[in-house]
């Protein structure tokens, strides 16, 4: 194989880290002696990033092999040159032989694979809204470039970025695929099934590199994994990644070990309960007006994508983690629900958790020090009295919900709070604590929970939601401990009554009540902010909404 002359665009990040990054022996490691499939990507971009300063001397020249050469400290890709025949679709040039070591089958597999990269542009420029990938000035033609070879055994497809004379934050970049995809090591999916998953994948990282070139690999990898179910949704090929990454809730979810791909969860997530595939262009779009060269902006690019939908990068990380636990596709399990829950079920369970048994009279201490920023840890609590749940910081931020699946039932009641009170007189099938450390400012994660007697209840009135509502139906979450009659009132802030429902509880249970809007004359009622009324036998429990109109 012989390459051109092409330096590649070189940066070194010295962001603040909060979980562990990669270092150049961890990829230089993987990209030489993996046995498992990969995508390469991260690896050569972290090698181009920080340079050649912790390799030998044979080791830099191995790199040779994945078309990357040594200049002084830095590490640089070098495009083929080698390649006799091009083939154009409407955006890319695809380049390849039908003779040698890296020749293809016949000039099918390289239409069939521009017909693949067409859909996967079409995809991200006229369905979501991309900026294409920044052109080379010193190419000769404005399509994308896509080299097909055979690249080493458990490559999928690797992304490289170039030194083409952009302005930053962008660089230019270009695709190397396989020339085939019929090894053993990919017999998981056909061999079109592979060529779709790795062509939306790496060429959302050439998408990535022209919004922000400096940009953590986390973020780069999780949302370039969720791409893959967006688009060619049945292939599922993300399955391989959830067994490990549920397996280990105390890895940072910006950890960038091969735990970063498990994180597109949290991009699930976020694009089925706030705001659709729209958030997570608007997390990209955030990370171009944000980037820097030497601090770690992905997390404040989340929260500002996340602010118009009144949440933020820590509140939906505690979402999240609760919805890994229920892990349902119900209904009744919304905000906490996953539409793929069956398929997730099919390799993963939930995430592992430590025992906890609490008995009347005793009080139980639980403490730990092993949590680092955005790790959490899950408990399973068997208790037969009520029971109360503090939380003491000793170090650093924290949450702490409470995760109760009603027997026999598909219902779930979430409580999040640093005190909880737990009466299993509702009927428990299983009960559920977790705790994640939060907070960017701080440095250590230590805490205690403590378990004592707590005391039953007459019945909860939980935050009503979506909350604002942008247009949506508000959901009202009651749980019943005594057969009683529950009133409930909605008010405007200014006294007047907008609309009531009475309803009568004979057994303990969970209900949700609905308001879609309308006064008792069935007018929808102006957007503004809202008192929700409570009243049972004993309690009277007042919570706010705001109702706003549907978002654009």
Same mark, same amino acid.
């Given at each position: 194989?012989?390459?051109?002359?092409?330096?590649?665009?070189?940066?070194?990040?010295? !962001?603040?880290?909060?979980?562990?990054?990669?270092?150049?022996?961890?990829?230089?490691?993987?990209? +030489?002696?993996?046995?498992?499939?990969?995508?390469?990507?991260?690896?050569?971009?972290?090698?181009?990033?920080?340079? !050649?300063?912790?390799?030998?001397? $044979?080791?830099? #020249?191995?790199?040779?092999?994945?078309?990357?050469?040594?200049?002084?400290?830095?590490?640089?890709?070098?495009?083929?040159?080698?390649?006799?025949?091009?083939?154009?679709?409407?955006?890319?040039? +695809?380049?390849?032989?039908?003779?040698?070591?890296?020749?293809?089958?016949?000039?099918?597999?390289?239409?069939?694979?521009?017909?693949?990269?067409?859909?996967?542009?079409?995809?991200? #420029?006229?369905?979501?809204?991309?900026?294409?990938?920044?052109?080379?000035?010193?190419?000769?033609?404005?399509?994308?470039?896509?080299?097909?070879?055979?690249?080493?055994?458990?490559?999928?497809?690797?992304?490289?970025?170039?030194?083409?004379?952009?302005?930053?934050?962008?660089?230019?970049?270009?695709?190397?695929?396989?020339? $085939?995809?019929?090894?053993?090591?990919?017999?998981?999916?056909?061999?079109?099934?592979?060529?779709?998953?790795?062509?939306?994948?790496?060429?959302?990282?050439?998408?990535?590199?022209?919004?922000?070139?400096?940009?953590?690999?986390?973020?780069?990898?999780?949302?370039?994994?969720?791409?893959? =179910?967006?688009?060619?949704?049945?292939?599922?090929?993300?399955?391989?990644? #959830?067994?490990?990454?549920?397996?280990?809730?105390?890895?940072?979810?910006? =950890?960038?070990?091969?735990?970063?791909?498990?994180?597109?969860?949290?991009?699930?997530?976020? =694009?089925?309960?706030?705001?659709?595939?729209?958030?997570?262009?608007?997390? &990209?779009?955030?990370?171009?007006?944000?980037?820097?060269?030497?601090?770690?902006?992905?997390?404040?690019?989340?929260?500002?994508?996340?602010?118009?939908? $009144?949440?933020?990068?820590?509140?939906?990380?505690?979402?999240?983690?609760?919805?890994?636990?229920?892990?349902?596709? /119900?209904?009744? !399990?919304?905000?906490?629900?996953? $539409?793929?829950?069956?398929?997730?079920?099919?390799?993963?369970?939930?995430?592992?958790?430590?025992?906890?048994?609490?008995?009347?009279?005793?009080?139980?201490?639980?403490?730990?020090?092993?949590?680092?920023?955005?790790?959490?840890?899950?408990?399973?609590?068997?208790?037969?009295?009520?029971?109360?749940?503090?939380?003491?910081?000793?170090?650093?931020?924290?949450?702490?919900?409470?995760?109760?699946?009603?027997?026999?039932?598909?219902? &779930?009641?979430?409580?999040?709070?640093?005190?909880?009170?737990? =009466?299993?007189?509702?009927?428990?099938? &299983?009960?559920?604590?977790?705790?994640? /450390?939060?907070?960017?400012?701080?440095?250590?994660?230590?805490?205690?929970?403590?378990?004592?007697?707590?005391?039953?209840?007459?019945?909860?009135?939980?935050?009503?939601?979506?909350?604002?509502?942008?247009?949506?139906?508000?959901?009202?979450?009651?749980?019943?401990?005594?057969?009683?009659?529950?009133?409930?009132?909605?008010?405007?802030?200014?006294?007047?009554?907008? &609309?009531?429902?009475?309803?009568?509880?004979?057994?303990?249970?969970? !209900?949700?009540?609905?308001?879609?809007?309308?006064?008792?004359?069935?007018?929808?009622?102006?957007?503004?902010?809202?008192?929700?009324? /409570?009243?049972?036998?004993?309690?009277?429990?007042?919570?706010?909404?705001?109702?706003?109109?549907?978002?654009?």
């Amino acid at each position: 194989m012989t390459w051109i002359n092409r330096f590649s665009f070189y940066f070194g990040i010295t !962001a603040i880290l909060t979980g562990e990054s990669i270092t150049v022996r961890d990829s230089y490691n993987t990209l +030489l002696g993996s046995q498992d499939p990969i995508h390469a990507t991260p690896h050569i971009t972290n090698l181009i990033r920080n340079g !050649a300063q912790e390799l030998s001397t $044979n080791e830099k #020249m191995e790199l040779a092999g994945l078309g990357l050469a040594v200049l002084g400290e830095k590490i640089v890709a070098l495009a083929p040159i080698d390649l006799d025949q091009s083939y154009d679709t409407e955006h890319f040039r +695809l380049f390849y032989t039908l003779d040698g070591y890296d020749s293809v089958e016949n000039l099918d597999y390289v239409i069939q694979m521009g017909q693949v990269f067409e859909q996967v542009w079409t995809f991200y #420029m006229d369905t979501l809204g991309f900026e294409p990938p920044p052109s080379d000035p010193d190419a000769s033609h404005n399509l994308y470039d896509v080299y097909l070879e055979n690249l080493p055994t458990y490559y999928f497809g690797v992304t490289y970025t170039t030194n083409a004379s952009i302005s930053n934050p962008a660089c230019v970049s270009y695709i190397r695929m396989r020339n $085939n995809y019929s090894g053993s090591q990919f017999n998981d999916h056909t061999e079109l099934e592979n060529i779709k998953v790795t062509a939306v994948h790496e060429f959302f990282h050439s998408i990535q590199f022209g919004y922000n070139c400096f940009e953590r690999l986390w973020l780069m990898e999780a949302t370039a994994v969720w791409s893959e =179910d967006e688009l060619y949704n049945g292939i599922n090929d993300l399955y391989r990644y #959830m067994a490990s990454w549920f397996s280990n809730p105390d890895k940072s979810i910006d =950890d960038e070990s091969s735990h970063m791909y498990g994180s597109f969860i949290y991009f699930q997530y976020i =694009d089925e309960h706030l705001g659709g595939p729209g958030t997570i262009k608007a997390c &990209w779009d955030n990370s171009n007006s944000l980037a820097s060269p030497v601090h770690d902006i992905s997390i404040a690019a989340v929260d500002a994508a996340l602010e118009p939908y $009144n949440s933020s990068f820590e509140d939906a990380y505690i979402r999240m983690r609760i919805a890994n636990r229920i892990l349902s596709d /119900s209904e009744n !399990a919304d905000p906490y629900s996953y $539409n793929e829950a069956d398929g997730y079920r099919t390799v993963v369970t939930g995430p592992p958790e430590q025992y906890l048994i609490f008995e009347q009279g005793n009080i139980e201490t639980e403490q730990d020090q092993s949590l680092r920023l955005y790790e959490s840890i899950y408990y399973s609590l068997t208790t037969d009295s009520p029971v109360k749940i503090e939380l003491t910081k000793s170090d650093g931020a924290f949450s702490l919900s409470s995760i109760l699946k009603h027997q026999g039932q598909q219902q &779930w009641t979430v409580r999040t709070g640093d005190e909880l009170n737990i =009466d299993p007189e509702i009927g428990i099938e &299983w009960l559920s604590l977790v705790v994640s /450390s939060l907070g960017l400012d701080e440095t250590n994660w230590d805490f205690t929970l403590q378990l004592k007697d707590g005391y039953s209840e007459d019945f909860t009135f939980f935050p009503p939601y979506p909350n604002p509502s942008y247009g949506n139906t508000v959901h009202i979450d009651l749980q019943v401990i005594s057969e009683q009659t529950i009133h409930l009132k909605i008010y405007d802030l200014l006294g007047r009554e907008m &609309w009531s429902s009475t309803n009568h509880f004979s057994n303990p249970g969970l !209900a949700t009540l609905v308001w879609n809007g309308l006064n008792k004359e069935g007018r929808r009622v102006a957007n503004g902010i809202y008192l929700i009324k /409570s009243e049972g036998r004993s309690d009277q429990i007042i919570h706010r909404i705001t109702l706003l109109k549907k978002s654009e």
